[in-house]
């Protein structure tokens, strides 16, 4: 068994005629995910956050998980927690876009003020 975290980041457009029915449609389904907090079993983190850019090319809400194991993360796929939200989310998410990658691919030093001079 692979023990390493993965992190699993999608990003979603929601469907909404108008600015007001997409804002409310990105909180429902920041509230839904928000509540997956402490309810499966592996997820490390769960952040959920709603574009303020206002670009057009912008996503509308973005997921921003982590799992303790590539094993976690391909469970939660069915967990049945998860299949409830995606159910009552229901078509809102009219595009998506996802990345999973295992922490070690993202260490990356930072230099210090001193050692930048």
């Not at 983190?45 to 998980?65: K, P, W």
Request: charged share 25%.
């Amino acid at each position: 068994m692979n023990h390493q975290t993965i992190k699993h980041i999608v990003m979603w457009n929601v469907r909404g005629d108008t600015p007001e029915e997409k804002r409310n449609a990105a909180l429902f389904l920041k509230d839904q995910f928000e509540g997956l907090k402490g309810r499966i079993p592996g997820l490390q983190r769960i952040e959920v956050g709603l574009d303020t850019s206002g670009v057009d090319y912008a996503c509308d809400v973005v997921l921003y998980t982590e799992f303790d194991t590539q094993e976690a993360l391909d469970a939660y796929a069915t967990h049945p927690e998860h299949l409830r939200v995606k159910g009552e989310l229901g078509d809102m998410r009219i595009a998506r876009h996802q990345v999973d990658y295992p922490l070690s691919q993202c260490q990356v030093e930072v230099a210090t003020a001193e050692q930048r001079q």
